[in-house]
Each structure stands twice: as structure tokens, then as C-alpha cells.
């Protein structure tokens, strides 16, 4: 059961995640990022499944926290801490060492959480490493074993030859096409992540995608002002995507 902000997020097409990164154990990085999140207007925030970090984000933010893990157990114990949703994925940061989950490991990871956590909301990557079709089908399978919300990822495969508004949406296409596949065929909400921008965001609505996921266009900047201005401009890239479309 998806939690009753984020339900509503997603219900206006409008859900805004902001990523600090499943590796991401830095105390101050974490809590500038949620910081960032909260001022910015973001709907919930996606942090390393620790229970101190938790404990850190719980005490900063009203926000709903979800924890990102790719080890089950690791959820209990951020749960314990007062984690409101969980994560399998995102695996981006995995790629570069050379480590891949293919389709059967996500499934095992999702039955096992299911089995440890029966009734949290639980959000699943599907790896963009899949072709678009595997995608698909693995989504279907993701949410009979008990996925509330289904994330697409693709921006580290995308190589943009293009610098400005052309690279952001080339940077952006896997991710885009998995969700416009995926929305199609699961009952769920898609959320879209992974080399997504305020260029993009609206794209990844008109896609199909309920929300949107961002980490590096926030994270990377080195400013709390600069994190809470891109955080602002996500907002209002939602928000004016979802005028537009209401007027069509």
C-alpha cells in the first residue's frame, strides 16, 4: 500500500524523488541533499538504507524516506529506524564496477524482501542493461510478487553527443522509453529515474510515468541554494508539464 502524500503524487502525475545515492553513506552529503529536498518542495526523498542516516533524514524532514539496498536484510533495520518505503535499486552506481543484475536476481531480491516485509510500500528498479522488451516482462513479473511502484533507469548507458537541451534528452532516452513501455502494461506507478532533468522531467510525464526520480543533477551541484534551486525548477517542470497536458 503506497503511502497516503506519495499516492497523491502519483495520482497527479506530478511525484517528485530526490535521490542522495544507494552508496552514499556521507552524513553531511545526505542530510544537504534532504535539506534541499524539503525546501524545494520535493514529494518524498531516496536514501542509502542506513538506520542512523534515517535517524539523521527523520529528524530534518517531514518528508517521506525511502531507503535504497540491494541486500534484504539491510531494509529491516532501516525500517526498524522509521523508513516509510523501501528501494531495490537504483543499480547505476553498481554499473561502473562491472556489477549487473540481470532479471532473475531482481525477482529473488523482490520475493525475498516481499517475504521480510510483507506489507511495506516497495518501489523495484528494472535494470536498463535488459532489452525493452525483458524490461517489460520482468516489470509484469516484479508486480505479481508484490511491487508497489516500478522505477526505470537508463542514464549511465546513454553516451549524449550533443551538448545543452539536445545531450539532457539524449542522455535521458533509455530511461524515457522504459517507462513509456512499461506504464503500458503494469497497473502500478512508473516512476522514471536516471539521467532525468528539469528538460526532461515533462517528458518523462508525457511518457507515461507517474513521477520522476533525480539524483545527479541535484546531488553533484555544491551548494545547499543551488540544490534547493534545481529541486524548485523539477517542481515547477512537473507542474507545467501537467498544465499542458490537462489543456490537451
Do not use: W
Not at 97 to 114: I, N
Not at 117 to 133: A, F, K, N, R, W
Not at 144 to 171: F, M
Amino acid at each position: 500500500m503506497i503511502m497516503h502524500p506519495i499516492q497523491r503524487a502519483f495520482a497527479n502525475r506530478d511525484a517528485l524523488k530526490v535521490i542522495s545515492g544507494l552508496n552514499n553513506f556521507d552524513a553531511d552529503r545526505t542530510a544537504a541533499i534532504v535539506k534541499a529536498a524539503d525546501l524545494g518542495g520535493a514529494t518524498f526523498v531516496d536514501i542509502a538504507a542506513d538506520p542512523a542516516l534515517v535517524q539523521l533524514a527523520k529528524s530534518l524532514t517531514k518528508l517521506p524516506i525511502c531507503v535504497s539496498a540491494v541486500e534484504p536484510e539491510k531494509f529491516v533495520q532501516a525500517v526498524a529506524a522509521g523508513a516509510d518505503l523501501i528501494e531495490i535499486g537504483n543499480f547505476d552506481s553498481f554499473y561502473a564496477k562491472g556489477r549487473r543484475f540481470e532479471a532473475e536476481e531482481v525477482l529473488a531480491l523482490t520475493s525475498e524482501t516481499r517475504a521480510l516485509l510483507p506489507e511495506i510500500t516497495l518501489s523495484v528498479t528494472v535494470p536498463h542493461i535488459l532489452t525493452l522488451d525483458k524490461q517489460v516482462q520482468l516489470a509484469e513479473e516484479l508486480v505479481k510478487a508484490g511491487a508497489d511502484i516500478i522505477q526505470t533507469e537508463g542514464g549511465t548507458s546513454s553516451q549524449p553527443t550533443h551538448p545543452g537541451t539536445l545531450g539532457l534528452i539524449e542522455k535521458a532516452a533509455p530511461t524515457l522509453a522504459a517507462a513509456y513501455e512499461i506504464s503500458r502494461v503494469v497497473s502500478v506507478p512508473v516512476l522514471c529515474a536516471s539521467g532525468i532533468s528539469n528538460v526532461t522531467a515533462p517528458l518523462a510525464i508525457a511518457s507515461g510515468a507517474a513521477g520522476v526520480g533525480v539524483g545527479s543533477a541535484i546531488n553533484q551541484l555544491n551548494s545547499e541554494v543551488a540544490m534547493i534551486a534545481a529541486v524548485r525548477g523539477l517542481v515547477e517542470a512537473l507542474a507545467t508539464a501537467i498544465k499542458v497536458g490537462s489543456r490537451e
